[in-house]
């Protein structure tokens, strides 16, 4: 995640183990099923943030590695880790770009919601060659191309522009979207079966309080951007949300998308 600094999420980790959606088991009974996996082999997980997605693997893999950035992510990876006996999970901090090039070679990689941040064609030229022969890549994002957002939505997105400004912040610069589709630049590598697999959208209950935690677990709307102003963000997000439902209660249809290719 050199792209945009070492500091990309700090102060995040709690929002993100506690606020962020949980990856449904659709995603993971397809990404077993399409890379046939039995237990065998190791996968690394490049941007694994808390481990969210990794965990989640750990029946499917001799060994998996997750690389992060951030300390702070990497602590809380390990605390739930521990928590859940799980034995067969490494944590490393670094960038996913210097840590790939290390000696080993792996059966997949995933890297899930974290593919913008990095140099894409830097780790995809580092990754090919350490890929297990039959082994791949799987690219997960949940971006809407639909571009279609609630109105609970575009209310919260407009509050935070008023409080942070209209650009997207990242570390401590601005966020520019990638201009080329990942499946492209997957095609510039000798990867074969180069596939995009949009996944059924799972439903997510959201309140007012996981809201404002989400917020929180991001990059652009970390807390400490509010600075001593935090309450009286909390308190424009909080009236106006019970404002267009007193009850405090949302859904949203999270899209999955999958880009996977084979070596």
Known sequence: ??????????????????????????????????????GSGRMIDLGCGTGQLAMRFSDWFEQIIGIDPEPEMLAEARRLTEMNRIT????????????????????????????????????????????????????????NERNETQVWQQRVDEILKAWLGPERRAGQGTYSPPKEKYED????????????????????????????????????GARHFFGDRIGAFEEEVRLSLLEMNPEGVFTEGIPVNVITALK
């Open 88 to 143: 067969n999970l490494s944590w490393v901090q670094g960038s996913a770009e210097e840590k790939a090039a290390e000696p080993g070679s792996y059966r997949l990689v995933t890297i899930a919601k974290a593919f913008h941040w990095m140099d894409r064609e830097s780790i995809l030229a580092t990754l090919y060659p350490r890929l297990d022969e039959g082994g791949g890549i799987a690219i997960i994002d949940q971006h």
């Open 185 to 220: 630049t997957l095609g510039k590598f000798p990867f074969r079966e180069i596939e995009k697999h949009a996944l059924p959208d799972y439903e997510h209950t959201w309140t007012v309080e996981s809201i404002i935690g989400n917020i929180y677990s991001s990059s652009f």
């Open 1 to 38: 995640m050199s792209l945009y600094g070492n500091d990309l999420f700090k102060g995040t980790a709690a929002y993100y183990t506690k606020y962020r959606p949980l990856y449904p088991a659709s995603l993971i009974r397809f990404i077993v099923d399409h890379f046939e996996l039995d």
